[in-house]
T-cell receptor
Framework: GQNIDQPTEMTATEGAIVQINCTYQ??????LFWYQQHAGEAPTFLSY????GLEEKGRFSSFLSRSKGYSYLLLKELQMKDSASYLC?????????????FGTGTRLKVLA | EAQVTQNPRYLITVTGKKLTVTCSQN?????MSWYRQDPGLGLRQIYY???????DKGDVPEGYKVSRKEKRNFPLILESPSPNQTSLYFC????????????FGSGTRLTVV
């Protein structure tokens, strides 16, 4: 089947580093995405991985291992504004159609 | 500016009164979708459309209708809203190879009393 798992909640301290893990199962992997979502707002794009390895973008990095069905989002130098939910999503392409499968999100609390 | 425009942002209505939430995108995306988001349940797909006149059910389609008469528009229709449809709704669009995945609308907070 198709499934995505990520932790429900994490807490970290301002200035620290936090890693949010995501494991997935799909039949037609076509890319993995991380989105940030503040309460009551729309998700916004953070990163995209389609090949194995690390993608770095400023304070945010995302890693993908397709053979393991595993990704993580790494946030460095945490700031209070990073308190949000982080959604892992996989684009699955099967039988001429595609869809996005979302995890339920990881709520990150950054403490002063 | 590339965007998905969703209206209204907030809506309070009464049980049984038909309503439509509009969604329009300006990126020529073939794929559009509606989600609802409830605490602890994440984003759940209601309906999606692969292209004009092609729509299909998502995971929670009961009580909703959609249409895709033009590529840019994908309205969500609640024929007879009920309180269990109180939720935060998002429209989103994408293309098959879009490197940013979905572009989301700003959301509609619907309350049915």
């Amino acid at each position: 089947g198709q499934n995505i798992d990520q932790p429900t909640e994490m807490t970290a301290t301002e200035g620290a580093i936090v890693q949010i893990n995501c494991t997935y199962q799909t039949s037609g992997f076509n890319g993995l995405f991380w989105y940030q979502q503040h309460a009551g707002e729309a998700p916004t794009f953070l990163s995209y991985n389609v090949l194995d390895g690390l993608e770095e973008k400023g304070r945010f990095s995302s890693f993908l291992s397709r053979s393991k069905g595993y990704s993580y989002l790494l946030l460095k130098e945490l700031q209070m504004k990073d308190s949000a939910s982080y959604l892992c999503a996989v684009r699955d392409w099967t039988s001429g159609t595609y869809k996005y499968i979302f995890g339920t999100g990881t709520r990150l609390k950054v403490l002063a | 500016e590339a965007q998905v425009t969703q209206n209204p942002r907030y809506l309070i209505t009464v049980t049984g009164k038909k309503l439509t939430v509009t969604c329009s995108q300006n990126m020529n995306h073939e794929y559009m979708s509606w989600y609802r988001q409830d605490p602890g349940l994440g984003l759940r797909q209601i309906y999606y459309s692969m292209n004009v006149e092609v729509t299909d059910k998502g995971d929670v389609p009961e009580g909703y209708k959609v249409s895709r008469k033009e590529k840019r528009n994908f309205p969500l229709i609640l024929e007879s809203p009920s309180p269990n449809q109180t939720s935060l709704y998002f429209c989103a669009s994408s293309s098959r190879t879009a490197p940013r995945g979905y572009t989301f609308g700003s959301g509609t907070r619907l309350t049915v009393v």
